[in-house]
């Protein structure tokens, strides 16, 4: 399995991620406007490894002139379905299907780490204007909140993960050409019990599993989160961490 198969399994649950992936809250693209020195508003943007949405949308609701670039036709056609008025091209940060020096803010939402970093950085660079930024992003669920400690200590030996979270993971490994700022930004929403299971079969890591192996997991997880959320509704907390450098 390599990362891009990976990365394209998630056209086998593209509704699902539409339905039941977290957005992004307000106070992260207030952070991006305040790092990059300007307002969404008016800003010609890509939104690069757009998936099903949910960071156009929001990009667009701050007033962002918004072309998406997404590599899965799933995950497009869930997009299309969204946002039909949103100009949307096929293709991925490797090689971004975007005219050189034409965009203002170049945005990955958990979209980065599935590039080729000595592609994807040169790629970035050719199509920002001067002055442009790019921005980085990831949602987590936060790992200093109890119950998701217990979670993501399950998930780890499911999946055999031996490192423990690391706040800082999303930070390490960025491109050392260029200058980012960064913050973490926390956030939370609650949900059914049914739409947290969702959410968490939408991951890559679930989608190459298999299906028996990940319904014995949520079932599994569904008693006991039963027993944490007796009403039935799940309160996820979440942190973005963000990372912008401008060009």
């Given at each position: ?85 949103v100009p949307l091209v096929i293709g991925d940060g490797n ?103 969702a959410n968490l079969s939408s991951y890559s890591d679930f ?41």
């Amino acid at each position: 399995m390599t990362i891009t198969s990976q990365a394209r399994s998630f056209d086998l649950a593209a509704a699902s991620y539409a339905a039941n992936r977290p957005s992004y809250p307000p106070a992260l693209l207030d952070a991006v406007e305040e790092f990059t020195g300007r307002p969404l508003k008016g800003a010609r943007v890509a939104d690069v490894g757009a998936g099903t949405g949910l960071a156009t949308t929001l990009l667009r609701a701050r007033g962002a002139d918004v072309i998406a670039v997404e590599p899965g036709p799933g995950m497009a056609s869930q997009f299309r379905l969204r946002l039909p008025e949103v100009p949307l091209v096929i293709g991925d940060g490797n090689n971004l299907p975007l005219a050189s020096d034409s965009i203002d803010i170049l945005t990955y939402a958990q979209a980065w780490h599935w590039t080729d970093q000595g592609k994807s950085v040169p790629e970035a660079l050719r199509v920002l204007r001067t002055g442009g930024a790019l921005a980085l992003w990831w949602n987590d669920s936060d790992s200093a909140v109890p119950w998701i400690a217990d979670q993501d200590a399950r998930l780890r030996r499911l999946f055999g993960a031996d490192s423990a979270p690391d706040p800082m993971a999303r930070f390490r490994g960025l491109p050392s050409e260029l200058d980012f700022i960064n913050r973490h930004v926390p956030w939370t929403r609650s949900v059914p019990l049914d739409m947290h299971l969702a959410n968490l079969s939408s991951y890559s890591d679930f989608l190459v599993l298999g299906k028996k192996a990940t319904n014995t997991f949520l079932a599994q997880e569904r008693d006991l989160l039963a027993k944490v959320f007796p009403n039935g509704t799940v309160e996820e907390h979440y942190v973005v961490s963000l990372a912008v450098a401008t060009r």
